[in-house]
C-alpha cells in the first residue's frame, strides 16, 4: 500500500520561504493526482494546491496563488510544496493526499473542488508563521 510522509515543516518569520515534501513509498509520483491541504488552528481542512498526474494540470486556491507552487522530483519519488511570501496565516498543518490516475474526473474539473476523492493520505508537517 501506498504511503506518503511529510516533511520540511518548520518555524518561518512573516515574509519568508519554506519547501514542504512528501516523499512517496514507490516510483508511482507521476501515476498519481497529487494534493496539497492545511488545517489551521479551530479551523477546518482546506484545499490548497493539486496537480494532476500526465498529462500533468495544476491548480491553486486563491490565497497561495502566485504565491506557493507544487514541484514534482520523479528522481526523488517526491513532490515539493514550495512556499513564499509567508503570512501568519498560513499557520497550520500541512498534508498531501494521492489518487491513482483518476479516470475520471480530468481537467478541466479541478482536482481542489471539494468531492474529489483522495485514497492516500501523509500524516502532515506543521507550519508556524511567526514573528
Known amino acids: 500500500q501506498l504511503q506518503l510522509v511529510e516533511s520540511g515543516g518548520a518555524v518561518v518569520q512573516p515574509g519568508g520561504s519554506l519547501r514542504l515534501s512528501c516523499k512517496f513509498s514507490?516510483?508511482?509520483?507521476?501515476?498519481?493526482?497529487v494534493g496539497w491541504f492545511r488545517q489551521g488552528p479551530g479551523k477546518e481542512r482546506e484545499r490548497i494546491s493539486c496537480?494532476?498526474?500526465?498529462?500533468?494540470?495544476?491548480y491553486y486556491e486563491d490565497s497561495v496563488e502566485g504565491r506557493f507552487t507544487i514541484v514534482r522530483d520523479g528522481g526523488a519519488n517526491t513532490v515539493h510544496l514550495q512556499m513564499s511570501e509567508l503570512r501568519p496565516e498560513d499557520t497550520a498543518v500541512y498534508y498531501c493526499?494521492?489518487?491513482?490516475?483518476?479516470?475520471?474526473?480530468?481537467?478541466?474539473?479541478?482536482?481542489?473542488?471539494?468531492?474529489?476523492?483522495?485514497?492516500?493520505w501523509g500524516r502532515g508537517t506543521q507550519v508556524i508563521v511567526s514573528s
Open positions: 496537480v494532476y498526474n500526465e498529462p500533468s494540470q495544476f
Open positions: 493526499a494521492a489518487v491513482r490516475g483518476p479516470l475520471s474526473p480530468r481537467p478541466p474539473v479541478s482536482c481542489l473542488q471539494g468531492d474529489f476523492r483522495y485514497d492516500y
Open positions: 514507490e516510483d508511482v509520483i507521476f501515476v498519481y493526482t
